[in-house]
Nanobody, 118 residues
Framework: QVQLVESGGGLVQAGGSLRLSCAASGRTFSSYKMGWFRQAPGKEREVVAAISGSGGHTYYADSVKGRFTISRDNAKNTVYLQMNSLKPEDTAVYFC???????????WGQGTQVTVSS
């Protein structure tokens, strides 16, 4: 497992941008698939984006394609989520997660709130 700490959330107007960071500790980071999830009030948690250990493969939910970009810097043990053209419906608590497989995330951060005002 790795320990994960998110940062970068906040309040932004619709159309604005935010960059989330997730700092990891542990020697397995570069081998871990990493993902960003979000959970809005009254809704189930959903995957937003995911990235392979090397960063060469990425996945995006349809709702964020073309607006969000996931990336990672294995030298810094950090994964990022660049969020552009934010919409009020992007408002949620965002979590980063890591694991040996996309279906087996075993490490989760505490979450960071993103609020998009209209």
């Amino acid at each position: 497992q790795v320990q994960l700490v998110e940062s970068g959330g906040g309040l932004v107007q619709a159309g604005g941008s935010l960059r989330l960071s997730c700092a990891a500790s542990g020697r397995t980071f570069s081998s871990y698939k990493m993902g960003w999830f979000r959970q809005a009030p009254g809704k189930e948690r959903e995957v937003v984006a995911a990235i392979s250990g090397s960063g060469g493969h990425t996945y995006y939910a349809d709702s964020v394609k073309g607006r969000f970009t996931i990336s990672r810097d294995n030298a810094k043990n950090t994964v990022y989520l660049q969020m552009n053209s934010l919409k009020p419906e992007d408002t949620a608590v965002y979590f980063c997660a890591g694991g040996p497989d996309y279906a087996a995330y075993d490490s989760w951060g505490q979450g960071t709130q993103v609020t998009v005002s209209s």
